[in-house]
């Protein structure tokens, strides 16, 4: 049985709410989308296979989607054009998550935001990337997904709050908080001691001194810092060792060494022996090592790896979707949760229709 089987969900899209109206979808919900400002070719096939959707050519149809709907995700940017606030005051059942770039009473509302602005607002960038270079932004539009992960969080929340009382309720949620929720370090660490967080890059500051994270091995990368963990230090010293490799590693008593209080220069020092020894191996033998010894290590999985990982073709991660307008077929990522009914089949991204056209879900 599908999570959500019988919930029908009105997700107007501009963006903010698409990724939260495909979780709701993956959890099998109803869920039908109107696309207010256009369609984005490169994101559709990959947010909005499953869902049903419309074009926004009848205000009328839209609000009496509305009206059926358990839960509306409203991503009306810049103000209620479908004047659907008015229209679900007398459905105390329905569901209205108001998903706008900024909140509506703050000294933002009713700005303008694109997914580069938010993630620029929100201190994402000025954490991103190498200190001698300029701010970066992750891949995608992630100011965008974070928002519609905390939408759909809000609706499941008060989905589960109708089960007990009986009333829906309405949501107020601003993609700027969502996004610097996302960046929560940062404020958190300026709320309480005054710093201001700087671009690291493959650094990772504590104390005294910065410790690389990210290292090169002999077909890949790995992750892995020297921190103060005396058992995981000895445990990677040990197998270096017996690879003949460890150098002075193996004289340091790390049951008394502070990592975070030792000057950089021997922290680059003692990281050059554990360089060499990385590139010497391959990520599947220190990725074996870690998990038998402690290490702490992670393999860093390339595009590739992901794509042909018998662990996530056995899960049913990725299921091939069919662009309806076009035939093109790619595999992408399918149900996030796994239940009887969801049995990984291939998906269409079907065209969008006029809503004056679409006969809904019915009476409710």
């Not at 008015?86 to 059942?93: H, I, V």
Request: net charge negative.
């Amino acid at each position: 049985m599908n999570l959500l089987e019988g919930i029908r969900v009105l997700e107007i899209a501009d963006g903010l709410t698409d990724f939260g109206g495909r979780m709701l979808s993956e959890m099998g919900a109803d869920v039908v989308s109107v696309s207010v400002s256009g369609s984005r070719p490169e994101a559709d096939i990959a947010i909005h296979h499953g869902k049903t959707r419309i074009n926004a050519d009848s205000r009328d149809a839209i609000v009496a989607l509305a009206r059926q709907a358990d839960i509306v995700l409203d991503g009306q940017r810049l103000g209620d054009k479908f004047g659907l606030a008015e229209a679900l005051s007398g459905n105390p059942e329905t569901i209205h998550v108001l998903v706008t770039p900024f909140s509506s009473e703050g000294p933002y509302a009713r700005r303008p935001a694109t997914d580069l602005t938010l993630f620029a607002l929100s201190g994402l960038m000025h954490v991103t990337g190498d200190p001698q270079s300029p701010p970066l932004k992750f891949p995608g539009r992630q100011a965008y997904v974070l928002t519609g992960i905390q939408a759909a969080t809000a609706a499941l929340l008060a989905l589960y709050a109708r089960r007990a009382t009986g009333h829906g309720q309405q949501a107020s949620l601003s993609a700027f908080q969502s996004a610097t929720l996302a960046n929560y370090r940062e404020a958190v660490m300026y709320e309480w001691t005054g710093r201001i967080g700087r671009r690291q890059g493959n650094m990772l500051v504590r104390g005294k001194s910065g410790v690389r994270q990210i290292w090169p091995c002999k077909d890949g990368h790995v992750t892995w810092s020297m921190i103060d963990n005396p058992s995981m230090m000895r445990a990677l010293v040990s197998v270096m060792a017996d690879q003949g490799c460890s150098g002075e590693l193996s004289d340091i008593d790390w049951d008394n060494t502070l990592v975070a209080d030792t000057p950089q220069e021997t922290i680059e020092r003692w990281q050059a022996i554990v360089g060499a020894f990385f590139a010497e191996n391959t990520r599947q033998q220190l990725g074996a090592w870690s998990l038998e010894k402690g290490w702490g290590l992670s393999v860093i999985a390339e595009p590739r790896d992901v794509r042909e990982s018998e662990h996530l073709k056995v899960r049913g991660l990725f299921v091939p979707v069919t662009d309806e307008q076009t035939g093109k077929v790619i595999n992408l990522p399918g149900p996030m949760f796994h239940c009887d009914a969801m049995d990984g089949s291939e998906r269409v991204l079907k065209a969008p229709i006029p809503a004056s056209q679409f006969e809904g879900w019915g009476g409710r």
